[in-house]
């Protein structure tokens, strides 16, 4: 689909002519060109801004930023480097994460398939639901104190609503038409379950899976904002304590770029596991 | 004729499939609201018999042919199949649907083989006998592709395949080629009459037009044009295949059960 849509681009440019024109008209449509402007764009306002601000130290420009992450690249900061802080965040996020869709997806699953379970299980859930995860942080540093433990009972809360949610959804909105066509081709329950209410449910429940991880991502900062001696929360607060804007951007950055990419593999993962589903995803 | 010969032509053929004064009320709100969608439909469809119901939108020959696959269960009387009461859907009855109904995630040939998978056939058989099937409803090469990579005459080609795979002791096609467009749907009908006459089933073929019954049918049986459906006619075609749209004695069929039925066509 992409390739053919720059083929028709590329063939509507030549068909304008070789000028100077054609070839302004040319790039302006190139999507990446584009990409790079919009980044660039906003690296150069963000470094005039710092230049004319009266006091750089609260606003740093793009270059300070860039020189701070690479001190504390190499730096320690309370024993760690970048490196060492962005796994530990990491690590908290991948062990909440792990339980929150543990218990979730099954419990989301079972509420779609028995009216009982649903029963008993969905207004304790539609309680739970609207709170945000991080309502819970004092409660549960009160429970788990300030280690490792408080952090990751937050995310687990926190990546447990939307995997519940969409495995939830996913099965009841499954098309009652593709039972129909197995039961007719002569499926018993267990094979329904597994050939026709899986497979159609997967789509809702990774799309779930990939909204959990990055409430996740949010909810291990929130964390470690309140208490924490290492990761990129903790360095955040590090250099608000030490008067450091360069470094609490540096920290920004990082996390930013950090969500991108799980983002990005994750969506090369579904693309894998799914590609009957490429059709959508256009 | 003759009372005696009529009797005889009549046992010389196996009666398939039986509908004994089925009627469906569907209920709305609890039962408050009652639609009565079919009014007493009795019918039988002998072995090896294409028989075509024709009804405008709306008249419950899709129910009736749901309530044949068990899918729907009749309000009153019942649905024999080989002399035995038809009480759900099973595999002794392939079904291709009006919107294909194609399983997503499997490619052509998942699809094709599925039935025989759940029926516990190895893979390497299974594998065999479905390809036999694509073959013969012309989609060979396509074994790997995904339904959303096929155009929808392809799709219920598939679909096509996929019920005749799990060899069926009869095949129920629901309006297949509703939502084709007319060029493709004349294809289709030729290809439905093709792989029919390689490989003979019970036919019970739903649609809403007049010509795709006359082109393909031993056999119509007419609806009334509203709720609750009730049988109207029932037309034996004789007419020599493959058959000509264009065809003197096809034409004159075809103009008599317009007229008959009132349906625009």
Known sequence: ??????????????????????????????????????????????????????????????????????????????????????????????????????VGVPLGLFMALNRYVNALVKPVFDLIKPM?????????????????ESKVFIIAIGALVPA???????????????YDAIRMLGA????????????????????????????????????????????????????????????????????????????????KVEKWVCPWKVELMQ | MPV?????????????????????????????VQIPVLNSISLSVVENEFLVIVGPGQCGKTTL????????????????????????????????????????????????EMGLKLGGMSKKERREIAGHYINLVGLQGFEKAFPHQLSGGMKQRVGIARAYANDPKVLLLDEPFGQLDAQTRYLMEQETARIWLAEKKTVVFVTNSIEEAVYLADRIVTLEGKLPGRMKSTYVVNLPRPREHIDKEFLKLRHMITHETELLL
């Open chain 1, 1 to 102: 689909m992409k390739t053919t849509m720059e083929h028709t681009i590329s063939v509507h440019a030549t068909s304008q002519g070789n000028g100077p024109a054609a070839f302004v008209r040319r790039v302006l449509k190139n999507r990446h060109f584009l990409y790079v402007v919009s980044i660039a764009g906003l690296l150069i306002i963000w470094h005039f801004f710092a230049v004319s601000s009266k006091d750089s130290k609260y606003m740093p420009t793009p270059f300070m930023v860039l020189n701070e992450l690479w001190r504390i690249a190499h730096e320690n900061l309370a024993g760690k480097n970048l490196w060492g802080h962005l796994w530990s965040s990491l690590h908290r996020v991948l062990i909440g994460f792990a339980i929150g869709s543990i």
């Open chain 1, 188 to 267: 018993n329950r267990w094979q329904t379950l597994v050939e026709v209410t899986f497979p159609a449910g997967f789509p809702a429940l990774f799309a779930g899976l990939q909204i959990s991880l990055s409430v996740a991502w949010s909810c291990v900062l929130a964390a470690e904002l309140v208490s924490a001696r290492s990761g990129m929360g903790f360095l955040i607060i590090l250099g608000m304590t030490m008067s450091k804007p360069a470094m609490i951007l540096s920290g920004m950055v990082v996390i930013a770029v950090t969500a991108y990419l799980i983002t990005a593999v994750l969506s």
């Open chain 2, 4 to 32: 005696e010969s009529r009797v005889d032509a009549m046992t010389d053929e196996t009666i398939k499939i039986e509908c004994r004064s089925v009627s469906k009320i569907f209920k709305q709100r609890g039962g408050k």
């Open chain 1, 164 to 178: 519940l949610i969409n495995s939830y959804n996913g099965i009841r909105l499954v098309d009652p038409a593709l």
């Open chain 1, 132 to 148: 945000p995860p991080i309502s819970w942080i004092s409660l549960a540093i009160l429970w788990f104190g300030i280690g490792e």
């Open chain 2, 65 to 112: 042919l749901r309530i044949i696959g068990g899918l729907e269960t009749p309000t009153t009387g019942n649905v024999l199949l080989d002399g035995k009461e038809v009480s759900g859907p099973g595999p002794d009855r392939g079904m291709v649907f009006q919107k294909y109904t194609l399983f997503p995630w499997k490619t052509v040939m998942g699809n094709v």
